[in-house]
């Protein structure tokens, strides 16, 4: 089962679409515009995007280009343009896949689970740095045994960073990686993210434990009995 959120402005084909998806086990989220897509991503995790490109409030490849923004969520474009310059344009842009109108259901469960399958390696295994544990297919954190209230973008970069222990990352790569922005972005959001993770994990900058910043380089994620910390 997959949390889908469904992007389709067409009531009767989103209608019939969360039937088909429910039908296969799915757990389906609405969105009629790209406003409504982005304001489901701001508040909760989801699987897969399911986007129509024929919004009435934006274009989809600047709703994609939005998504990919603030999230890597997967993508899959699901539209009735079928020319191949808007294939590979899309793709570019950040869409993990691409279904054309008219589609099955059946071959829509297909495409979702072949990018599920694909996403499936980096959501494996759980982490564990000192005192701290993860689960990314679960997407639950412990500190010493306590649960931590993680949202969503404070979970995707301290398991990215707990998947490379004591390694400095640098912001570029954070920023492609957990932004989704491969050209680069604001540095101050890394920032302000590690500074609410060290609040949940009960240090500040000043008395690090777990957080490290390398000044002009990037982030690395430590245990705090490791002598390597520094």
């Known amino acids: 089962m997959a949390r889908v959120l469904l992007v389709e402005d067409d009531t009767t084909i989103r209608a019939a679409l969360v039937r088909a998806m429910s039908a296969f086990g799915h757990q389906v989220v609405e ?4 406003r409504g897509a982005l304001a489901v991503l701001a508040e909760r995790d989801v699987d897969v995007v399911v986007l129509d490109l024929g919004l009435p409030d934006l274009d989809g490849t600047a709703a994609l280009r939005m998504i990919r923004a603030r999230s890597t969520v997967p993508v899959l474009i ?3 343009r079928d020319r191949e310059a808007d294939i590979v344009r899309l793709l570019n842009a950040g869409a993990d896949d691409y279904l054309t109108k008219p589609y099955s259901a059946a071959h829509l469960a297909a495409r979702i689970a072949a990018i599920l399958r694909r996403a499936a390696p980096a959501l494996a ?7 701290l544990r993860l689960d990314p297919a679960a997407r639950e954190a412990a500190l010493d045994g306590r649960p931590l209230a993680l949202s969503r973008r404070e979970f995707d970069l301290l398991a990215y960073l707990a998947a490379r222990p004591g390694s400095v990352v640098p912001r570029r790569e954070l920023l492609a990686q957990v932004w989704g922005q491969p050209d680069g972005g604001d540095d101050a959001t890394i920032d302000v993210h590690v500074s609410w993770l060290r609040r949940k994990l009960g240090e500040s900058a000043a008395a690090p434990r777990y957080l490290r910043t ?3 380089v990037g982030v690395k994620l430590v245990a705090p009995d490791d002598p390597a910390a520094g």
């Open 31 to 34: 969105a009629g515009d790209a």
């Open 78 to 80: 699901a539209t009735a």
């Open 125 to 131: 295994g759980a982490l564990a740095v000192g005192g």
């Open 214 to 216: 390398v000044r002009g």
